[in-house]
Structure formats: C-alpha cells, structure tokens
C-alpha cells in the first residue's frame, strides 16, 4: 500500500505549477477571449517543449510513456491557472484512446501528438458538444454508438457561446461517407474508458480551480478593510472559506485513487471516477459559491479575476457526465445485491 | 502508488480476523455509561490485551505490536466489523499513552502503561472548567507546589467516563500570577484521592457517560507531573493532536455506519424511496465515506514516508463528525415514525441502535473543539487568513 507520489511526479508537478502561474495570467487569458480561436499556438508549442503534450504517448512513439497517475497533478495546475489550450483532453483522454485504437492510425498519430505537432481531441455523444474541435487536427468522434477519425475538413463546426469565454463548443457534423474506425461492442468499451478519462481530467482540474478561489479570496478578504479590519478577520467569513477548505481536502485522495484506477484499467474505475468527479466538482462549485460571497460586489463584476475560475468550475460539473449520471454510476454499484461496502471493502 | 495490500498486510488482516472470531463477545455488552457495563469493557480490555491486541500500536516492549499506520487502520476495519467492543480506555491508550511515551519519565512510562493496557487503570480526561470551554487557557483550578506534593483546588467538568474512571489527566494552574496558555502544568491524578468529589451528569440519553469533578486541598505527589511545571500547555496540545489525528476516529467506524445505512435503506426502499433526498444522503454517505477512508489511507501513506501532519488534520473532525450526524439524521428520515421509539420499546421492531447512534453523533460537533475553533484554526493556520 503506498498511496504517495513521488518525489519525480512531485517536482515534476512543482515545474509545470511554476510555469503556468508565470506564463497563463488572467491578462493573457482575457487576451485570448477577444481571438478568433481563443487559443494559442505560441503557447501549445512550449507546452509541447515541457514534454506534456507527449507525457502519456509510448516512448516509441517519441513520447515518455506515462500514465494517468503522473498526469493527474499536472491536470491539477492546469485547472489552477484555467489553462485554455487542450492539453487535458489531448494528454489523459486522446493519446490513450488512440493507443487503445491502435493500428496504423495509432502509429501515424501518436509521434505527432507527442512533438505537439498535431493537437487530438476526443468528442462524446454525451458531452452533446465538442470542445476545442476547431483547433483539432484529429477530431475523435464518437456518434451514435460508432467512433470516427476526422481531420479538419472531413467535419463543420459551428460554435455555440459558453458563459466561459475561456471554453470554446461546438456542434460538429460530419460529412457524409466518413468510415467509422470502431463500432458495437468495442465502440461502447472505448467510450466507457474515454468517459472514465475525460471525467478524471474534470475532477482533477476542479481541484486547481477550488484552490484557486481560496487563494483569490484570501488575498482579497486580506486586503479589503471594512469596519477597520480586513474582512478575513471576521469569523462569518472564515467560517466561509474554512468549509471550502474541508470539502477540498476529502476531495483529493478520490481523484488520485481514480488516477491509479484509470492508469491500472482496473474493473472498479467507473466508481472510483464517479466518486473523485462528484467530491471534486462539488468542492469546486462550493468554492465558488463561497467565494463569490466573501468577494462581495467584487465578485459579480467582470473586472475581477474570480469569475474566470468560477465559471470553468460551472461547467466542468456539467461536462464528462454531470452530477446525476456519476450518482446513479455510484448508486447502481451501492444498491446491488452483494456489493462491497463498509470497513476494509475500499481496496478490495 | 500502489492501491493495493501487501502479503504481509493481508497475512496481518488475516489474524485479527480470526482472533476477534474467535475472542470477541457473540453479544453486545452493556454500554459503558452504566457500572456493570463498564465493569465488562473493562475485562474485555483485559482479554484484547492478553491477545496482545489492544494497543498494536504501542512497541512490543510495551504489549503493543509496534504497527505502523497502515497496519493500525486495518486492526480497526476489522475491529469494526467483528462489532467489537468499543474502547473504554480510549483517553488512556489512544491520547494520554502516546503523550506518556513522548514526555513521560522512564519511571512514569512503567507505572502508568502497563496498568492502562491491561484495563487495571482507566483513565478520564480533564480540561474542561466551567469558565474554560473552547477558551482552554482560560483553566483556573490551581496545583499548588508544597514540598514533593501538588494541592490541587477548583473544579472540572464534561469529564468523559469519569463516573467509573481510576484516573484523570488533567491541566491545572501551577503559577497564580500566570495568565493564558503560560504557567499551566500536566498532572496525572488518582481519582480516589481524598477531598475529589465526582459529579456525575447525565448526557443526552439520561446515562452519567460524563462527570464534573470538585477538587478540595487534593494532595497528589508531584512525580505524577508529565512534562515540566508550566509545561502544560505543550503537552496538553501534543495530547490534542493525537486526538484530532489518526488514531481516534478511524474510517471503518463510519464505513460500517454507511453499510448499515445502505441496508437499511435497502430493508425500508418502498417507504424511503418516496423522500428522493433521502436516496440522495444515501449515496453522500457512501461518497463521504469512502473519501474519509481514502484520505486517511493517504496520510497515513505520507507519514510512514517522513511526512508531517499540518494544519489540515483540522479538517478531519468536522469531515467526520458532521458525516456522522448526516448518516444518522438519514437514518431518522428512513424510520419515519418509528425513529423516536427506544430500542427496548414494544413496537420499537427493526430501529437497531440508530437511536443510540444519532444522540452520540450530537456530541460529535462539539467535543475534542467544537466545529466552529476547528474553522477558525483552518481558517488562520491552514489559509493564513488574518486572526
């Protein structure tokens, strides 16, 4: 049993904190909301010289052939600074399903997503919209139980608005005659583990942005004096921040359990993935709640910064299944006959 | 990361389980808040310790069996679901033997642990006075040093067990002119000592579970002093992080309480299933649960490698005592009508102990630091906001 990680995927982690909080201010951020594809190529290319695009690509294929535990923490600060360019679908939910596609497709796709030459984006039927597939160079589309391989031309995009600018949707139609490259059984196996992913990549990113709110609040109840204090002294306000604290604090060990899960394909990582998305979303949305709150007025302009967290962490509960689909997940599990529960059935 | 237990773990979880089959009472006891019930705990401490299991963390030397962390939490997980006994001793072997070992002479470690681990001395905790609640440093009772002997004068209260206790732990003022946390002092007591008188107060359930404690000229013999005079306050936090930490409130209590909540939720579907909120607090249950389990594991994981427990230990009381009070208020919900009827009542057929459990989980909230120091400490010392 050893539920740590190590000191490399910590340091690692350390050095990918620090160069996002330099490099993906909230000024560059409101920058890219005002570009024609709010992304940012200059940007992807470093990431790609950190060596993230490629973390999760085998090291045949040019990558260093690392799993989702290694990922999960980078997924972490990627929800900490609200990265926008699409490396947690491309890095913990594409490159795995390509590998798991295989063939020639895996074998022409996997170098160039690991150089970051080529940006992959998975797109369920679930998610009802396609994030970032403007700026995919393969669009991996699952519809109507079949998945597609699709690169810019071969579909239409059309964009529909989110309350965060920083998230770009889209309703994607595919042009007629596109070859399906996985159907039936194997289609639905590829979806499940691809929800699995996509839903790890949330949680983890939701932690980053509930620990984001707390810093911005309390940076900003330290400041703002009323009464002669900073209203951070005052217990109605801590109190609001200390429940923040608690709900984030349990949230963590489920997300890095569904990480091991995932990375281990283990049988029970539906669960495990349904239990880390509910806690750390629901952590999020509490931050936010809380935050707002002790902001004040601040807090409901568009000038100040924690509207740009508050509304990522909106809409990734709603994304990779919403709070409804993981609890029947979880029901379905606790309500059947024989399931394992209470002292000792955790690690069963 | 590797999610899974070791042979050696599996071989260790193998033996408790046989042993608890084998040793552990096929009846509940009578609760400890009575004289005859607490007299059974206080055997039944005899017996876990002649199996050498009743402090597994303790070193060997000691009758313990020198656990690490991981090994403590599977004891419990097993402890838990054998239904076991609960700990009388706990303030002895879970908070103050942990604080002996750390600050005690090797002449004190001899007298006192033994005697706790074999349930000969059970011990009660005092700190609280009347004026000194969640203002701890606000004490007032005094030792005063005559000679080799402490005159201790004042009074203590919410003293748990001490009804039937033999000993209390307590923090008395030592120096008159000292003001707060300074010139406090660690004092281990005898509660037989002429001039105590012990009160007992019955708690929510009309059972004397706690006592308020009257000391009058009390004469105690100063090498029963823990740490140095006006010390106290150091030692007494060592004792309140041990209480706050790992060992006290293990996850497989409330996954055992989420179990059952399941299966009662199972027995009770067609009547429950009509409040939707009450499938709801279901699966929190579990969810919470499970994420106390997997936090503790965590931790627990970080320690054995070196790592230090911060200010974020503060948020594992309100995690699980407001998880307790959730997982019981549901239950409540669940049993409708029949959630008021104690359990020995004629129609009282299929209400358990939630009863039981639901005034216990009241307390949760409030003992060890109320919910509301515990914000406050997260507040200042885990996100450094301004005091």
Known sequence: MDFTFSEDQLLFQDSVRGFLVNEITPERLRAGWDTDTGRDPALWQQLAEMGLTGLTVPEEHGGLGMDAVDFVLLAQECGYVALPEPLVNHALVAVPLLQDLGGELAAHWLPLAASGEARVIVALEQNLLAEDAHVADLLLLERGGEWFALTQGQFSCEHSESVDPGRRLFTVTVQAGATPVATGAAAAGLRAASLNRGALGCAAQALGLAQRMIDLSVQYTAERKQFGKPIGSFQAVKHHMANVAVRLEYAKAPVHRAAFEVAENAAGASLAVAQAKLMACEAANLAAKNSIQVHGAMGYTWEVDLHIFMKKAWALANTWGDAGWHKQQVATAIFADGAALGAGATFQ | ?387
């Open chain 2, 1 to 387: 990361m590797q999610l899974a237990f070791t042979e050696q773990q599996q071989a260790f979880r193998q033996e408790i389980r046989e042993w608890l089959a084998a040793n552990a009472p096929a009846e509940p006891l009578k609760t400890f808040d009575t004289e005859e019930g607490f007299q059974q705990h206080r055997e039944w401490e005899a017996v876990l310790n002649h199996g050498r299991w009743g402090m597994v963390t303790w070193p060997e030397a000691l009758g313990g069996r020198g656990c690490d962390l991981i090994e403590w939490l599977i004891f419990e997980e097993e402890y838990y679901r054998a239904r076991a006994p609960l700990r009388v001793n706990q303030n002895g072997i879970f908070l103050l033997g942990p604080t002996l070992m750390e600050y005690g002479t090797e002449e004190q470690k001899a007298r006192f642990l033994p005697a706790m681990a074999e349930g000969r001395d059970v011990w009660a905790q005092g700190w609280s006075e009347p004026g000194a609640g969640s203002d701890m440093a606000a004490i007032r009772s005094t030792a005063h040093l005559q000679g080799d002997k402490y005159i201790i004068n004042g009074q203590k209260t919410w003293s748990t067990r001490a009804v039937w206790a033999d000993w209390l732990f307590g923090m008395f003022r030592t120096d008159p002119g000292s003001e707060r946390h300074r010139g406090l002092t660690f004092i281990l007591v005898p509660l037989n000592t002429p001039g105590i008188t012990v009160r007992p107060i019955p708690q929510l359930d009309g059972l004397p579970g706690f006592a308020e404690i009257f000391f009058d000229n009390v004469e105690v013999d100063v090498s029963n002093r823990l740490g140095d005079d006006g010390a106290g306050w150091a030692v007494a936090m060592a004792t309140a992080g041990f209480e706050r930490g790992l060992m006290l409130r293990s996850p497989a209590r409330f996954q055992e309480t989420a179990r059952r909540l399941v299966e009662l939720y199972r027995e009770n579907e067609a009547t429950a299933s009509q409040d939707p909120h009450i499938r709801e607090a279901v699966i929190r249950a579990y969810l919470d649960a499970e994420s106390y389990c997997l936090s503790t594991y965590q931790t627990a994981c970080r320690l054995s490698q070196g790592g230090k427990i911060g200010a974020e230990s503060s948020t594992n009381k309100i995690f699980w005592s407001e998880l307790d009070q959730n997982m019981h208020a549901t239950a409540m919900s669940i049993l409708g009508a029949r959630a008021e009827l104690l359990p020995h009542a004629p129609a009282a057929k299929g209400v358990g102990s939630w009863l039981d459990g639901w005034l216990f989980s009241q307390s949760g909230p409030i003992y060890a630091g109320t919910n509301e120091i515990q914000r406050n400490i997260i507040a200042e010392r885990m996100l450094g906001m301004p005091r």
